[in-house]
Nanobody, 128 residues
């Protein structure tokens, strides 16, 4: 059983910053690729930042490149998402997700489709 604890969601003004944390409470996150996905009403579930199990590679959607940074500390069993220069269109429920990763895995492909395991989600609201 995989369980996540997500924290760091908040309401901020446009241009502000937030840091989200995804903690594997019942499993070793080092065995999994981790992705951050988000969902807003009327929009598709969107994977925008993903990282390999070792942190050797990262993938970002163009809309968040240079603004968001995903990182991981396997010793702390935690993945982080640093979000800078936030925009109102970033408002969404953010989900930490995980999927087994191997030598033949494609990080970009994993980030395009929903992963196998989800966190409970956390609200991020960016006001004008």
């Amino acid at each position: 059983q995989l369980q996540f604890v997500e924290s760091g969601g908040c309401s901020v003004q446009s241009g502000g910053s937030l840091r989200l944390s995804c903690i594997g409470s019942t499993f070793n996150v080092a065995e999994f690729a981790i992705g951050w996905f988000r969902q807003t009403p009327g929009k598709e579930h969107e994977g925008f930042a993903c990282i390999t199990n070792t942190g050797s590679d990262e993938y970002y959607l163009d809309s968040v490149k240079c603004r968001f940074t995903i990182s991981r500390d396997n010793a702390k069993n935690t993945v982080y998402l640093q979000m800078n220069s936030l925009k109102p269109e970033d408002t969404a429920i953010y989900y930490c997700q995980a999927e087994s990763f191997g030598p033949l895995s494609s990080l970009e492909h994993m980030c395009t489709l929903p992963m196998d395991y989800w966190g409970q989600g956390i609200q991020v609201t960016v006001s004008s």
